[in-house]
């Protein structure tokens, strides 16, 4: 698995745990319920960094939103909420 995240609910930031296999690049992209990119990120990552923050989703409005989450090796897809 790329990543997980702690909570499939957010405000203004998006927290990954990251998996035991080190990846050094983590790709994500947030779409609204329509399929439109609202966000993207690609980032590498250390090896040995075991969590990481996607913050400046604030600006977003509220609703629920499709995560694709992606490294070198495998993809996920996941449904999440953005709440005041």
Same mark, same amino acid.
């Given at each position: !698995?790329?990543?997980?995240?702690? %909570? ?9 745990? =990251?998996? *035991?296999? &080190? ?16 966000? !993207?990120?690609?980032?590498?990552? %250390? ?9 400046? =989703?604030? *600006?977003? &409005? ?23």
């Amino acid at each position: !698995m790329p990543a997980k995240l702690r %909570s499939l609910v957010f405000i203004d930031t998006l927290v990954f745990e =990251l998996g *035991d296999e &080190p990846s050094v690049y983590l790709k994500a992209i947030l779409k609204d319920e329509t399929g439109k990119v609202c966000s !993207m990120l690609e980032t590498k990552i %250390s090896p040995d960094q075991k969590t990481f923050s996607w913050k400046g =989703l604030n *600006d977003l &409005p509220y609703g629920v939103y499709i995560l694709e989450i992606s490294n070198d090796k495998e993809a996920l897809r996941m449904r999440l909420v953005k709440r005041i």
